[in-house]
């Protein structure tokens, strides 16, 4: 009895150590691709197990590429699960295969040698990437101006206690905030309650080299009215092209067909866009599109329009003028004709 218990010991012992081993070796063997993370400049490979081994050596390919292989051992790739989907700025291409049953391949293709090559972390396999500093790309900024009408002791239109001048600059502050946001660049012919010439105006557009030529105004309704005319709406003005040179005789003018073609494509974008903006909440007129050879528009390199945002003289249209939240709707609607002019989204 005593020499059978022994042996049925050594036996249980032999038996647990086997099955040990074997499913030791049973779990490498199926040591399976759980997740992948590209995270700066690391590549990061999670399994089910413990990583046993990497071997890890290089091959050169063309064009100068270096092919970083390292082969897995006991790791099993699933369907589906890929690594080419990943970008990064020192490698041409990522690759992963089943190489053969023993062993996971992952290849990375770069033009940079780097030495740190990878690390093993437990269950994690952190595949080291070149450090490249990304090239900075700038951003096209079209320069926008934007013009408030009128300021300081030209107070423009006024009815009882709405000023034209204090419209304007109040609009012409909002737009610049939100074309800066959206990545323009913007100068503002006044930025505050002060006066500048038509000339002054003009000049300072055409030196900061104006993209376009935005000038912003308010509209009112003449003393002697006439009947069939509605004094309320927006309405925008472009160049109109011939001139008489008396006025503005020791200024150069700037008029061309493109000018004039280009100014008319902002002219509309923009009105179209004010008016679907505004009329999610009002009833607006549409008061179409004008040529008229203001100064602004004649005076300035670059396509110019002049928006009257509407009449301060109507009893309703002239309170929402001096609010803030119509103001915004304004302001929005140029911006996004601004965007559609530019082909920006």
Do not use: C
Request: proline residues 1%; charged residues 30%; glycine residues 6%.
């Amino acid at each position: 009895m005593g020499r059978t218990t022994v042996l049925n010991k050594k036996t249980i012992v032999i038996i647990l150590l086997f099955s040990f081993f074997t499913s030791t070796l049973f779990a490498k063997k199926e040591n399976y691709l759980k997740s992948t993370h590209l995270i700066k400049n690391q590549l990061k490979l999670t399994f089910k197990y413990k990583i046993d081994h990497v071997k890890f050596f290089t091959l050169k390919g063309r064009k100068g590429i270096i092919k970083y292989v390292y082969d897995i051992k006991y790791a099993i790739l699933p369907k589906r699960k890929s690594i080419a989907k990943y970008k990064h700025a020192g490698v041409s291409a990522f690759r992963m295969g089943q190489f053969s049953k023993q062993y996971l391949r992952v290849v990375i293709e770069s033009k940079y040698a780097y030495h740190k090559t990878y690390s093993i972390r437990g269950k994690t396999l952190v595949l080291n990437l070149p450090k490249i500093k990304a090239k900075k790309i700038k951003k096209y900024s079209p320069v926008v101006i934007v013009d408030a009408g009128h300021g300081g002791y030209d107070i423009g239109a006024s009815y009882g206690k709405i000023i034209e001048k204090k419209i304007t600059i109040a609009l012409a502050l909002k737009l610049k905030k939100e074309l800066i946001r959206r990545g323009y660049t913007v100068f503002m012919t006044r930025k505050a309650d002060e006066h500048r010439s038509l000339g002054e105006r003009t000049d300072y557009a055409n030196a900061k080299k104006g993209k376009i030529f935005i000038s912003l105004h308010t509209n009112a309704a003449p003393r002697r009215k006439h009947r069939k005319y509605v004094y309320k709406g927006i309405e925008i003005f472009y160049l109109k092209g011939k001139t008489r040179r008396a006025r503005y005789s020791n200024r150069k003018l700037y008029i061309s067909n493109w000018k004039k073609k280009k100014s008319f494509e902002l002219a509309r974008v923009i009105k179209d866009k004010m008016l679907k903006s505004v009329r999610k909440k009002y009833i607006v007129l549409d008061k179409g599109l004008k040529q008229n050879n203001f100064w602004v528009l004649r005076g300035t390199r670059m396509p110019s329009i002049l928006i009257e945002n509407g009449y301060i003289t109507d009893k309703y249209e002239g309170r929402r003028l001096t609010t803030n939240y119509y103001q915004n709707l304004l302001v929005n609607g140029i911006v996004k004709g601004v965007d559609a002019y530019f082909n920006r989204k």
